[in-house]
Nanobody
Framework: VQLQASGGGLVQAGDPLRLSCAAS????????MGWFRQAPGKAREFVGA????????RYADSVKGRFTISRDNAKNTVYLQMNSLKPEDTAVYYC??????????????????WGQGTLVTVSS
């Protein structure tokens, strides 16, 4: 499984931004997909995750109500719509695929494959 994240960039506080993550393989619909982020000097943290069929999602408290994760299984792509961005959202954002579990998980150790990351910078 190869994951390619894109869509990062420099935005101002309050702006929206949408990240995409394209996956290789013909079994994308069988992966739980997650987004994580890592700010400079900080540990990687969970952002959000979505179930295989897209019905179930979960989010970190810090982004709940501002970020929305969705997926298009026909396009092998998962999205992260980020609204009302804050400077503290500045980080490298990673998508990840969980091939084993059924439910969206916040645990990085549950994810088997990771994308290369895309940088999001939010200026104040």
């Amino acid at each position: 499984v190869q994951l390619q994240a894109s869509g990062g960039g420099l935005v101002q506080a309050g702006d929206p931004l949408r990240l995409s993550c394209a996956a290789s393989g013909r079994t994308f619909s069988s992966y739980v997909m997650g987004w994580f982020r890592q700010a400079p000097g900080k540990a990687r943290e969970f952002v959000g995750a979505i179930s295989r069929g897209g019905i179930s999602t979960r989010y970190a408290d810090s982004v709940k109500g501002r970020f929305t994760i969705s997926r298009d299984n026909a396009k092998n792509t998962v999205y992260l719509q980020m609204n009302s961005l804050k400077p503290e959202d500045t980080a490298v954002y990673y998508c990840a695929a969980d091939l084993i579990h059924l439910d969206p998980s916040a645990y990085a150790t549950n994810y088997d494959y990771w994308g290369q990351g895309t940088l999001v910078t939010v200026s104040s």
